[in-house]
């Protein structure tokens, strides 16, 4: 399964697809590249951290402790998970997740045998004797895929050891923290008056006290940028920015136990940090339009996210006109804005884009970062945002072996659309092939502030 090219749109893919790969948004975790120890084994590096793959699988009635999630390590039979998986490799058929783990098993790990009930052991054997390579550890990995930078996300409160040890490394691979302060800004999470307690014993500051909460929030971010972000990330289910009178009253009630306030005070806290990425320079992300932990069983026994997270609709026009009529004409600024609501990719963040200098349209996310969704993505944002108001690509994954196929796809994806933007007169070959340089790395790199 593949995006298969030709003509005008293999050429341009050609002239791309062995370009470095940028990814300056993703969930990869920075102990990999810390200790660079080998991964541990087949089922726990494709199945059971891959939402995509157990959430499928879940669909049809399997059970997600049958996969190893929620397991302890020393409670799994990594074997049997892998079998399972393969047993029901036929659910995957048309979906993006087979492209990208076929891409991983043929490309990465140089394993030619087609995956199914009969072959499961023999690709099981495979992968489990790449794995022992010392040339297929992470840093390795990273270095052979052609990665130029690849920014994690971490939460506000941590210590980011790992990246220090990365930094204290003789290795040169740029690994970025990206600060993700959701826990500490968002009442409603579980949790957020210990956290923002700890962020207090943590900075030194007084966090009972709402300038000294936001100057805590500032050394942190100083933090962060001093160990290589460029990029703050932000999940909200609904952009809904408002700028409160008094926020440091909404604040005292909060931490008293008073959660009338709790959107209303979030909503504050993201024009509060669109005001500091104007002041630091950190660029900002907003991700919406995901209803979070729908099914309540599995919340219960798995935890948060957990595959049950749903697309839901949004407004991003009336959401963002606090935070865009506050500081959305600083070119200072850059916000990025991800939906899963494609309904809003030409009737407004198009729009929105092409207009307001701090905007830029992320790519396709989730549900979406697939064959069809790229080219449904291409033809409602350029009419109206072009293509230079575009974030370029990231890859947002948490299996990072998956990243050169995910790339690769969208490498593809824009071939093809600007292959038929040629044959419809819009533009030269030679202007395709510079946009799809463009859009392959360049603007990732611009965006994001990597320089």
Not at 9 to 20: E, F, G, L, S, T
Not at 201 to 222: H, I, S, V
Request: overall charge negative.
């Amino acid at each position: 399964m593949v995006l298969h090219l030709s003509g005008l749109a293999q050429r341009i893919y050609d002239d791309v697809r062995d370009a470095p790969i940028v990814s300056p948004h993703g969930h990869c975790d920075p102990a990999w590249f810390a200790d660079d120890a080998a991964f541990e084994d087949p089922a726990a590096l494709l199945v059971i951290p891959d939402h995509y793959v157990f959430r499928m699988l879940y669909s049809q009635g399997i059970s997600m402790a049958d996969l190893g999630v929620g397991v302890p390590a020393s409670q799994r039979d990594p074997r049997a998970i892998f079998r399972l998986f393969a047993a029901h490799w036929h659910l995957f058929q048309g979906t993006p997740s087979r492209l990208w783990i076929e891409y991983v098993l043929r490309d990465t790990l140089g394993c030619d045998m087609d995956l199914g009930p009969d072959t499961a052991d023999a690709v099981y054997d495979h992968i489990s004797a790449w794995l022992n390579n010392p040339d297929n550890r992470p840093r390795a990995l990273f270095d052979r895929f052609g990665i130029e930078a690849l920014a994690t996300t971490d939460a506000a409160l941590d210590d980011l050891s790992h990246h220090q040890t990365v930094r204290n490394s003789a290795w040169q691979g740029r690994i970025l923290p990206t600060f993700r302060p959701d826990a500490v800004l968002d009442p409603t999470m579980p949790g957020w008056r210990d956290a923002v307690a700890a962020l207090g014993n943590m900075t030194g500051a007084d966090t009972g006290n709402f300038q000294e909460f936001l100057e805590a929030l500032r050394q942190r971010r100083a933090t962060f940028k001093a160990m290589g972000a460029t990029a703050t990330d932000h999940a909200i289910e609904q952009p809904q920015t408002v700028w409160l009178d008094d926020p440091a009253q909404v604040f005292g009630r909060l931490l008293q136990g008073d959660t009338a306030q709790a959107k209303p005070f979030y909503g504050h806290m993201l024009i509060e940090m669109a005001q500091m990425s104007v002041e630091d320079g950190l660029v900002m992300q907003l991700h919406a339009g995901s209803r979070r932990n729908t099914n309540t069983a599995v919340m219960g026994h798995f935890g948060r996210d957990m595959g049950a997270d749903i697309p839901i609709a949004v407004d991003w026009v009336r959401g963002l006109e606090p935070l865009l009529n506050r500081v959305g004409n600083d070119n200072r600024l850059t916000l990025i804005l991800f939906t899963l609501d494609e309904t809003t990719y030409a009737r407004e963040l198009a729009p929105m884009a092409g207009h307001w200098p701090c905007l830029r349209i992320g790519p396709p996310w989730w549900f979406h970062d697939s064959a069809n969704g790229i080219a449904r993505y291409f033809d409602a944002v350029v009419e109206t945002a072009g293509y230079w108001n575009l974030a370029g690509f990231n890859d947002d994954t948490r299996a990072f072996l998956s990243i050169p196929a995910r790339h690769d796809l969208w490498r593809r994806g824009v071939a093809v659309h600007l292959a038929a933007q040629v044959e419809r007169g819009y533009f030269s070959a030679g202007t395709a092939a510079e946009i799809a340089q463009l859009l392959a790395t360049d603007l990732a790199r611009d965006t994001y502030r990597l320089g």
